[in-house]
């Protein structure tokens, strides 16, 4: 279909006359006047100086490119309005891993702009959304009384090599499966964490090397832990472990250079059985006699987040801060949620309805995983309420490792939620395709224009990156390369300066040994015979030849090992530039890595934003060749 037939045929409904049609109702764009924008720019500061005085929305360190930005200014003017209206106060926005900095950390770069305002008002969305569930009596439970938990059967005494077939852990499960039960709507809704949540936040976080995190409710025996061992030939230092008992999670830390288990326990007033974990780590020969240590931390107020509260905790061990005395459960939560949103997308997840979910009944629904087997009870065995579980048959791959080499970012570009939302009043600020606000046709296909040159910009950046990186890694091959001959060059001058240095004699030692011989030839009595006066003559002439010799000798060594202590110098020097260049290389790789990486979130950003104006649309666009 023709543009021109679209604006020519009354009936149809992409017509301006037509009065379904979604350009009839929108207002017809208008020139602005010069200043416009400095006064708009000025108005925006005044209203800004309600909240900060001072004028600057923005602490210094964070102060953007453009301050004067018409984009961020209102922006911040709309969260600032929004926080007030929560009751919080303004000056917490910009708090030690508030609001706004968790805002910047989800855009994969320390820099306060445009982006960083759209992640904040979605997580101010959140926050709205979970304090008006509360308002309406939606999501009110009773305080966390672990006499209300009934023990879930987790005493597995058969093991099988069937295949999980997707029945529940612990009978009917709460919820259907599909999108009802993912993990970011969970996390969004406020609902409890299962392990299949749990373990999803997990990889969605980056884990420096040597840490080893795993699964909730990881099977504890007396056989050997041999995934990192058997592939790397070292076991990580740091691991940690998801405990559940009583329908309740938390979280253990073990140093395997030490004795000792740290357990953050988000309600003590619930005994965790760790005896299973102290038997492993002791099959394993991890630590000798390894001790439970119960750790101070901040304790919850409601029976429903103790997974969140050990994310935390393990979120606070890996940034290796100290634990925090108040947790914000809505920031908490939404931040997860963005992660794991932002996770998915990166990694090209998608998770169909038939897909095994583990679920769990809703007395229990932190259930430890048990995809890999099948869970039995014998007829004379019940279960108990004590955390008894065995080791699963393996029937795949281990989970990856999520160290990195360098640590990555953790979120470039957040997706929009799945979860059905109200509309947002950002969506004009998204640097997307918008069809369905336009006013006309033509308006649209400008649009598509649009789209599709910052698709090719997106593209072409992505082909640079990649070239530039790989040309780097060839001079960072050979950068290392000739370092490690200068090395090994080094290495040799030093050697032949510790020989030169152990054949020179000394002149001030050989001095007193002749100064010994010569008055020792005077204290003798002479001798009357001329045989023996001869002999002495001649020892003293041999003396002095050796004594002239051995000074000639003796300065030409000096002269050659000034000479290797001088290239050796220089080859030191050089050795010193050369680390600094690689390591300055490396530090370039990774930050072209990382912008290559968000690039990359960016592509893929306008693909599905461009997936979803077509299908939100109403007006038919033709196809055009990206």
């Known amino acids: 279909m023709s543009p021109t037939a679209l604006s020519t045929d009354p009936n149809n409904p992409g017509h301006p006359s037509s009065g379904s049609s979604r350009a009839s109702r929108t207002k017809i764009r208008r020139s602005r006047p010069a200043g416009w924008r400095a006064l708009q720019v000025i ?33 911040m003017y709309t969260v600032a309005q929004r926080w007030v209206k929560l009751g919080r106060n303004v000056d917490d926005l910009w708090a030690e891993n508030g609001l706004m900095e968790q805002s910047i950390n989800l855009t994969g770069k320390r820099i306060f702009g445009q982006v960083s305002i759209l992640r904040a008002r979605e997580l101010l969305g959140v ?80 884990l420096p090397p040597g840490w080893k995190v795993f699964d909730p409710g990881f ?164 279960p108990s309420s004590a955390m008894t579980l065995d080791s699963p048959e393996p029937e795949g791959p281990p989970h990856p490792s999520t160290s990195q080499p360098w640590p990555i970012p953790r979120v470039q570009f957040v997706s929009p939620s799945p979860s059905p939302s109200p509309p947002s009043t950002t969506a004009r600020s998204s640097p997307g395709l918008d069809i369905g606000t336009s006013i006309t046709v033509q308006e649209a296909i400008q649009d598509l224009d649009n789209h599709l040159t910052k698709y090719q910009h997106f593209k072409g950046e992505v082909k640079r990156m990649e070239a530039t990186k790989a040309e780097r890694d060839e001079e960072m091959r050979c950068a290392k390369k000739d370092l490690e001959l200068r090395r090994g060059e080094l290495e040799l001058k030093r050697q032949q300066v510790e020989d030169m240095e152990n054949a020179t004699m000394d002149l001030d030692s050989l001095e007193d040994s002749d100064l010994q011989v010569r008055q020792w030839l005077n204290d003798c009595p002479l001798l009357v015979h001329k045989s023996w006066q001869s002999l002495m003559e001649g020892i003293v002439a041999v003396a002095d030849a050796r004594r002239a010799n051995a000074f000639a000798v003796d300065t030409e060594r000096i002269s050659q090992l000034d000479e290797l202590h001088k290239s050796l110098y220089a080859t030191h020097t050089e050795v010193k530039s050369l680390e600094e260049e690689v390591t300055a290389r490396e530090l370039s790789l990774r930050e072209l890595e990382i912008e290559l990486n968000a690039s990359k979130a960016g592509l893929a950003l306008l693909k599905r934003q461009r997936a979803k104006a077509f299908e939100d649309s109403d007006v038919d666009i033709p196809d055009r060749e990206e």
């Open 219 to 382: 099977p504890f025996s007396n056989e050997k832990y041999i995934g990192n061992r058997d592939r790397t030939m070292t076991s990580p230092r740091h691991l940690v472990f998801f405990c559940h008992a009583e329908g309740h999670w938390s979280l253990c830390y073990v140093d395997t250079q030490g004795d000792e288990i740290c357990h953050y326990n988000s309600s003590q007033s619930i005994l965790m059985p760790l005896d299973k974990l102290q038997t492993w780590l002791n099959a394993n020969k991890i630590g000798s006699d390894v001790k439970v240590t119960e750790k101070k931390c901040t304790q919850q107020k409601d029976s429903q987040s103790c997974g969140l509260y050990a994310l935390v905790f393990l979120r606070t061990l890996l940034e290796e801060k100290e634990m925090p005395l108040d947790v914000d459960l809505s920031l908490e939560r939404s931040y997860f949620a963005e992660m794991v949103d932002a996770h998915r997308s990166k990694m090209n997840f998608t998770q169909t309805e038939g897909s095994p979910i583990q679920a769990s009944a809703p007395d229990a629904p932190d259930t430890p995983t048990s995809g890999r087997i099948e869970r039995e009870f014998s007829p004379e065995e019940e």
């Open 127 to 206: 926050i709205e959304r979970d304090m008006a569930q509360k308002e309406e009596g939606r999501d009110f439970l009773p305080p966390h009384d672990p006499s209300t938990h009934k023990s879930p059967p987790v005493n597995y005494p058969k093991r099988t090599n069937h295949e999980h077939n997707g029945s529940p852990v612990c009978g009917t499960p709460s919820q259907p499966r599909g999108l009802e039960t993912s993990t970011v709507n969970v996390l969004r809704q406020g609902g409890m964490l299962w392990s299949n949540h749990i373990w999803e936040c997990v990889q969605s976080l980056t």
């Open 43 to 75: 108005r925006l500061k005044r209203k800004l100086e309600e909240f900060w005085p001072s004028g600057d929305c923005y602490p210094s360190k964070y102060k953007p490119k453009n301050p004067d930005c018409l984009h961020i200014l209102s922006g």
